[in-house]
């Protein structure tokens, strides 16, 4: 059945947005449609939703586990004896927690890079999100290890296929300190052969250039260059230690970037860069990071701490625009991920997010862009639509109760397992 959205605020105008199947059919005032699924927007505003592209949606399960250490020792100490016991199903569970918590922040797509592909996947399809999945790639520099973890990604590849549409394999290296060359070079044609994206976690601490340098003699993406392991299928993320030469190689090579503002300041990793990336025109997107490092998926806290974060850090309060964050987290993630959606126009897909101008924080409308980068929350997001879909309306979720006990429940299991 079609839907209707009658008397919506959409492009400076209240008009109605006519949804058949997963496409925006029409979008003008008083359209005549018998027989379809009316959605009142009266005092509401049709914006884009948010794509997020970096996180590891599962970790949810560790939200509040572990805060306020070192990356090491947050690591060793933490994170990774809590993951040693999880399974497909606390990975499925941990998902469907993400899901719901990205439906009720405005979010219709997620970039994803855990353990247990098929929990991930089977999450991201039963909730109705879109998301590239990767299952995550590391082999310590052990060449038995490598070889087995390309025989598992081969294999997730060829049984990715019997999800939806909206659910996409990537191929996920976790990093440069953690992949071997020779699997870092496995993987770059991997992605090309059968075009899919590649992510990897790149350049977030000082660490790891120093490390690389010892290695190699050279930076980090002066390495991935040399291996030709770069191109505009690969998202990065963080990239917060970056020479004036990575720049121009990012840009040359067309490298998606997915800054994760909140993560960043958390773990004290560095200081994003932005100003001269924004100068060069790199490819920049927005992200979270996962639950154990931000500790939430909600992408307009996101984007008023990215827009904070660059005033502050070069001291320059023009830096970064409400209207350029908004690109950066909804526009950009659409087209970069190759989405045929980023404009709310006929013929796109029909991904889109209502917003409750009567909420205290939309009042008074001076600029409407400044109101949801600076002023509002996820109090303000009344309905979340993907691919045609209402995924939440009037705040409201289908199964939300369940999914959260079930998580809470996987949450104390596994802790009390470490
Ligand atoms: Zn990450």
């Given at each position: 059945?079609?839907?209707?959205?009658q008397n919506v605020l959409v492009h400076n105008e209240v008009q109605d947005i006519l949804i058949e199947k997963n496409i925006i059919k029409k979008i003008a005032k008083h359209i005549l449609e018998d027989n379809c699924n009316i959605v009142n927007g009266t005092d509401k505003l049709a914006i884009?939703?948010?794509?997020?592209?970096h996180t590891h949606a599962a970790m949810t399960l560790m939200r509040g586990y572990s805060d306020d250490l070192h990356v090491h020792q947050w690591l060793e100490k933490k994170i990774w004896p809590f993951e040693?016991?999880?399974?497909e199903e606390d990975v499925y569970i941990g998902s469907k927690l993400a899901c719901l918590e990205m439906i009720k922040t405005g979010t219709v797509y997620y970039n994803d890079m855990y353990w247990f592909f098929h929990g991930m996947a089977r999450a991201a399809d039963e909730m109705g999100l879109r998301a590239s999945i990767c299952a995550v790639l590391i082999d310590m520099f052990d060449s038995e290890t490598a070889k087995q973890q390309?025989?598992?990604?081969?294999?997730?590849?060829?049984?990715a296929k019997k999800y939806s549409d909206r659910v996409q394999f990537a191929i996920g290296p976790h990093a440069i300190y953690t992949v071997s060359e020779e699997s870092l070079r496995w993987c770059s044609d991997f992605a090309n052969e059968n075009n899919v994206m590649i992510n990897i976690h790149l350049s977030e601490t000082h660490h790891e250039v120093e490390e690389c340098m010892k290695k190699h003699g050279k930076r980090p993406i002066e390495y991935l260059k040399d291996i030709g392991f770069l191109g505009p299928n690969v998202?990065?993320?963080?990239?917060?230690?970056?020479?004036?030469n990575e720049i121009d190689i990012l840009k040359d090579y067309e490298v998606i970037l997915s800054h994760n503002p909140t993560s960043n300041m958390k773990l004290s990793s560095g200081v994003f860069p932005y100003e001269k990336l924004h100068k060069k025109n790199i490819k920049m997107t927005l992200g979270t990071d996962g639950c154990a490092s931000?500790?939430?998926?909600?992408?307009?806290?996101?984007?008023?701490?990215?827009?904070?974060?660059?005033?502050?850090?070069?001291?320059?309060?023009?830096?970064?625009?409400?209207?350029e964050i908004f690109n950066m987290a909804t526009r950009n993630g659409a087209e970069y991920m190759k989405i045929n959606g980023g404009v709310l126009e006929e013929g796109k897909v029909a991904d889109i997010v209502l917003i409750d101008?009567?909420?205290?924080?939309?009042?008074?409308?001076?600029n409407i862009i400044s109101n949801l980068v600076y002023s509002a929350t996820s109090s303000c997001i009344d309905t979340t639509i993907c691919n045609g879909k209402i995924l939440m309306e009037n705040g409201n979720v289908d199964g939300e109760e369940e999914i959260i006990a079930l998580a809470s429940e996987a949450a104390i299991k596994l802790a009390e397992k470490v």
């Open positions: 059945m079609n839907t209707l959205i884009l939703p948010f794509y997020n592209t040693e016991n999880i399974s390309r025989e598992v990604n081969e294999t997730i590849f060829r049984e998202i990065a993320a963080h990239c917060i230690w970056l020479d004036d931000n500790n939430n998926l909600d992408m307009l806290e996101e984007m008023k701490f990215a827009s904070c974060k660059a005033k502050l850090d070069s001291m320059n309060p023009t830096l970064m625009s409400a209207e101008l009567n909420n205290t924080m939309m009042v008074p409308r001076h």
